[in-house]
Structures are given as C-alpha cells and as structure tokens.
C-alpha cells in the first residue's frame, strides 16, 4: 500500500515510520512550512492508497483537491497503527481547557505502574519521573503506549482536538468550542466525533454528545463544597478535597475521580491530590501571595477565579495582574486575545498590570486604564520578576497564556 502522512510539524514523521515499518510504501509532506518541496510535487501528481491527514487540515488543501482517496486523519491512524498492541487501561482525554488537570488527577489515583503523557512533559509512575517531552499531537501516542507496554503498565495520555479511540476510556473536558481548519471545521464537533471509536466517552457537563457509549460525568457524580461524590452500579464513593471549591479543578478532578470508579479504581487518593504548576498553585514570596495561573488554558474565566482565589488568601485587595500571551507561542490553540484580557483587566481591577507579549506601548493596548499602572515585559518569567520587585502587599496573579 502507498501512503501519504502530512504535517511533519504535528507528527506525520511518527505516522509516516510506522506505516514504513509496517511495510508500506510512504511519503511524508510538509503542509505548513514547505521544508519537502519535492515531496510536495510528488504527491501532486502521485496516485495514493490511503493519505492521513491532521484534523485541522484545510479541506479544500491542494492535496486533497479532486482525490478520491481514502482519508485517515491522524487520530484515526494511529489507532489504526495500534491495532492491538494497545497498554490496558489507557484513558485519553481531549478538550479546549482541563486536560492536564484531569490527566495528573487521574495518574495520581491510577499510582503504581504507569505511563502519564500530557503537555507538561512524559512521566513514569509511581516515581512521577520525567522521561521526555513531546507535544500532545496524536502521533505522541505511539511512542507512549510502546513506553507504558513496555513496562506492562497504564497509560492517561492527553491529546489535541480529539481522541484515537483505541484506549479503554476517552474524556472530553470542556465545552468551550471554536472555528478550525481555516474556519471550515467547529473544534468539538470533531472531538465529539473521534469519541464515537472509544468503547466509552465520559463528558463533561455542557458537552452536547449523545450515543452508546457516551457518559454523562453529572449523571454520576456531584460535588458539594469540598466533597464529590459518584455512584456507580449501587457503590458510592466519597472524597473530600479543597481544590474541589475552585472552579478550574471542580470539573477535571470530578472527571478524573468518575473514570477511576469506571475503570473499576477507587478514588480515594484523590483526597490528598495538590494543586499544578501554573495551574492555580500558590506560593508566598517576600509576604506576597502568588497564584500561578499560567498555562495553555489561560483565559478569562479562569483569570477572574485566580485573582478571587488571591484576594481570599491574602486577605486584601491589593493585586498585581501578570497577564498576557507569550510571544512565539502561537494562539496556543484558540489564544488569549486581547479583547479577552481587555475585559479581564476591567473585571479584576488590580492595583498594577504587567503586560506580556509584543505590545510596545501600554497607552495602545486594549482596556487600558491610565489610572493602573501599566507595565510591558517579553516573557513570563520577566513579568513575575519584574511583578516581584513592584509588588511589596498583598497577591501577584500570573495569568498568562503560555505552553509550560
């Protein structure tokens, strides 16, 4: 069979080798930055088997003009490339905001031997040791699961607009949807549709999914306060968790603590989980709080519960607001724009703004009040530092939309 794999920056090299491993003739494109300029006129004119292709293709991609060709898109290759060399249990999780929350939750319940894959790094349980990064593609999944195979174990694996379907389990987080594939595609649209493949689809409230193997997570389990509570075929489990009060860890840690009890897992160790890195997790320096809420997930909503979260553990209103998009880090999927943060400065009215990004003027940036203080900086790191050296009372919130 000849093959065609593109997009070489999401992985169709992985995709690509394991199809010419498998004995097939292949050709791997690159779409975007056109580093194979002889691949491209090849594929132009050669006749194709099967062509894969990222889901956030164009559909109307020259490539794809007036072929008849079978199309697999990544995910659906991959789980093709699978076949059943797949490690038990694998959960995947998908969704616009919660992934990597709901990915370390659930490692941390699974414990023992295991593999944990997310956009923070690749991690080897029960040391929770980091072996590698790589990017939450679909294409990743192939090196991980020969990772958690090898040593017999689990695998949680997060992954971009959408599940392979090959695991035990696929989640989809959030609700938030957006306009893709040059704006001919709706992001959950295809989410939804690559869950159709997993023998069982657990969902977040909101997300509109129905089918066989869909599972509603409020059919199941409720939260009150600090505690959640699923029922599951006559057995009930409790766990208690203050991270439970927090908006941004309500949803993931409920989704995490049901697919425990489906898996057949009991989600008491979810009781002594901790907060993220960048993902509302607090320090004090200099008897200043500061909640880090920088993330891939980054916006508005998320901005406003972080500075409410500061304000109740420092106890004043005094807030130094770190936000931004760091520059060279794309839209980081649907980006933080500058609408969005105009309006979340409004909303939190902090005592002093640093900006991060490419503005060069704080008087031109959108929602600029001259009677906050406004500061620029190019990264996050200078803005915490700079945040730091400013800030003498009260909290810093770090709310800046960055892959970490």
Not at 334 to 350: D, N, W
Request: charge should be neutral.
């Amino acid at each position: 069979m000849r093959v065609l794999v593109l997009d070489t920056i999401h992985g169709a090299g992985e995709i690509g080798a394991a199809y010419a491993g498998a004995g097939h003739t292949v050709d791997v494109v690159d779409i975007y930055r056109g580093t194979t300029p002889e691949a491209m006129k090849n594929a132009l004119i050669c006749s194709y088997d099967l062509i894969s292709v990222p889901v956030h293709i164009d559909p109307d991609h020259p490539l794809l003009a007036g072929k008849n060709t079978p199309l697999l898109t990544h995910h659906e290759a991959v789980r093709q490339l699978l076949g059943k060399s797949v490690p038990h249990p694998m959960i995947e999780i998908t969704g616009s905001r919660g992934k990597t929350t709901t990915a370390h939750a659930l490692a941390h319940i699974l414990g023992e031997r295991g593999v944990l894959h997310t956009s923070t790094g690749t991690y080897a349980f029960p040391e929770n040791s980091l072996l590698f990064k790589k990017s939450i593609a679909p294409a990743s999944v192939l090196p991980v699961a020969e990772c958690a195979r090898q040593i017999n174990g689990w695998l949680v694996v997060e992954e971009s607009l959408g599940v392979t379907g090959a695991g035990d389990l696929a989640i989809i987080t959030s609700a938030e949807d957006y306009p893709f594939a040059a704006g001919k595609k709706n992001a959950m649209d295809a989410k939804i549709a690559s869950g159709r493949s997993a023998p069982r689809l657990l969902i977040a409230p909101e997300v509109k999914a129905e089918g066989w193997n869909v599972i509603h997570v409020e059919d199941l389990a409720w939260c009150d306060r600090e505690s959640c509570t699923i029922t599951w075929h006559g057995t009930q489990h409790t766990i208690q968790n203050p991270l439970f009060l927090l908006p941004p860890y309500s949803v993931p840690l409920m989704l995490a603590a049901t697919a425990a009890v489906l898996l057949g897992v009991n989600p008491a160790p979810l009781a002594l989980f901790e907060a993220l890195p960048g993902r509302m997790s607090i320090c004090r320096q200099k008897n200043v709080i500061i909640v880090d809420n920088a993330n891939s997930g980054t916006n508005k909503e998320t901005t406003l519960c972080a500075a409410r979260y500061a304000r109740h553990l420092a106890q004043s209103q005094e807030l130094t607001l770190v936000i931004g998009q760091v520059e060279g880090d794309g839209k980081v999927c649907e980006g933080f724009s500058p609408v969005q943060i105009a309006s979340a400065i409004e909303e939190v009215r902090p005592s002093l703004v640093i900006r991060v990004g490419g503005i060069e003027d704080p008087l031109k940036c959108p929602g600029n009040n001259r009677d906050i203080p406004d500061r620029i900086c190019a990264t996050l790191e200078d803005g915490r530092r700079t945040a730091l050296r400013i800030t003498s009372a009260g909290s810093i919130v770090l709310s800046v939309k960055t892959w970490r």
